[in-house]
Structure formats: C-alpha cells, structure tokens
T-cell receptor, first 113, second 112 residues
Framework: DVKVTQSSRYLVKRTGEKVFLECVQDMDHENMFWYRQDPGLGLRLIYF???????EKGDIPEGYSVSREKKERFSLILESASTNQTSMYLCASSLQGGRNIQYFGAGTRLSVL | QKEVEQDPGPLSVPEGAIVSLNCTYSNSAFQYFMWYRQYSRKGPELLMY????GNKEDGRFTAQVDKSSKYISLFIRDSQPSDSATYLCAMSVIQGAQKLVFGQGTRLTINP
C-alpha cells in the first residue's frame, strides 16, 4: 500500500519560532509536494520537488522554504512562524510522468500563537 | 477567474439520494481528471480517475467528463452516511505537468 507519513498530526508553536514539518513516502516517487488547506480557499501549493535537492515554488511560497536531501523525505520549514501560517498542511507524492496521481499524507494541523 | 471552479457547498441530502458534484474549468489542455475524497481531519484520497472524455463507473460512483463544455461531474448513487466528506476535483495536462490544479472542494453531508 502507498504510504505518505507526516511526522506530526498537531503542532502548536509560538510566533517567531522556526518550525519543521517532515514528510516521508515509501513509494519511491520522484515528485513531492507541500500544500496548505484553509476553509474557503481550498488546497494551495506551497512548494514542490521533482528530484533530490530540486525544488520549485508553488503558488504561495512566501514565508516558507523546503529541503529534499533524500528521495523519500521532503521537509517544509517556516523560518519565523506567524499567526497567518496557522493552517492544515498536507504533503503529497506522485510518480514522475504518467497519470499525475498524487497520494496524500494525513496532514499536520499547525497552530501559531 | 480561477482555473477550476467548484461550488463549496455545503450540500446536505438524505440517505439514498443521488448526489451530483460538479467542476468547471477554463484550460482546454487538461486531460487527466480526478476526484478526491477527504474525510474530516484526514488527507485527501483518490476516489476516481478519468483520462480525457467519457464516463467511468466504480460501484456507486460515476465520473463524467465533458471536454466540449469544460465540465466534470461525480455522481453518487444510493448515498450513504459514510459518503459524508469533502470532495475535491483535480486535473492536469498530459505532458511535463507534475502539478494538479484543484477545485475548492464541496462539503457533502448524507443524513440518515
């Protein structure tokens, strides 16, 4: 079975903290994605990576960075968390080419106080 | 104008009803069309996948794509309370596109 695992289901952080969200997939997928999901706004792509050490900005990259040192792991970093980054964060992965089906993790609900 | 439009609902129907969920899109290059289901406090999971135009049926679920109208639909027959979830449409072009474009999602509740 396909599996995308996000390290935390719930996180509470303070404004200004550096926050790391981790995602691991076991399907040997080349592509990995980070989204945030907010009521009324749907899924918005933050960053994606199509290979180790490669990254591309999505629709809302401001305030975020990413790291992909190994094929199976994709990290989202909030350099200095702010209250407007309170959201549900979803990681996904997909196989290069073909049908572009993305497989999602369970999500991390982040609250920044 | 958004590339993919989906009515966010909420939509509430009685158990056993036929449910119709829809998305419209503006990019005629889209070729892959998907429906994801997302239960509360979970990640989206792929429900239906369709390539190009036509219908696809899987049990109580039917996905339709009308490329001439740039319109896709998901039908749920004999709806069950366990179908209560948010349904997201997603689509992509054929070549060079790792990314999916998602609709906003429709929140559906099936009342027993």
């Amino acid at each position: 079975d396909v599996k995308v695992t996000q390290s935390s289901r719930y996180l509470v952080k303070r404004t200004g903290e550096k926050v790391f969200l981790e995602c691991v997939q076991d399907m040997d997928h080349e592509n990995m994605f980070w989204y945030r999901q907010d009521p009324g706004l749907g899924l918005r792509l933050i960053y994606f990576s199509y290979d180790v050490k490669m990254k591309e900005k999505g629709d809302i990259p401001e305030g975020y960075s990413v790291s992909r040192e190994k094929k199976e792991r994709f990290s989202l970093i909030l350099e200095s968390a702010s209250t407007n980054q309170t959201s549900m964060y979803l990681c996904a992965s997909s196989l290069q080419g073909g049908r572009n089906i993305q497989y999602f993790g369970a999500g991390t609900r982040l609250s920044v106080l | 104008q958004k590339e993919v439009e989906q009515d966010p609902g909420p939509l509430s129907v009685p158990e056993g009803a036929i449910v119709s969920l829809n998305c419209t899109y503006s990019n005629s290059a889209f070729q892959y069309f998907m429906w994801y289901r997302q239960y509360s406090r979970k990640g989206p999971e792929l429900l239906m996948y369709t390539y190009s135009s036509g219908n696809k049926e899987d049990g109580r679920f039917t996905a339709q794509v009308d490329k001439s109208s740039k319109y896709i639909s998901l039908f749920i027959r004999d709806s069950q309370p366990s179908d209560s979830a948010t349904y997201l449409c997603a689509m992509s072009v054929i070549q060079g596109a790792q990314k999916l474009v998602f609709g906003q999602g429709t929140r559906l509740t099936i009342n027993p």
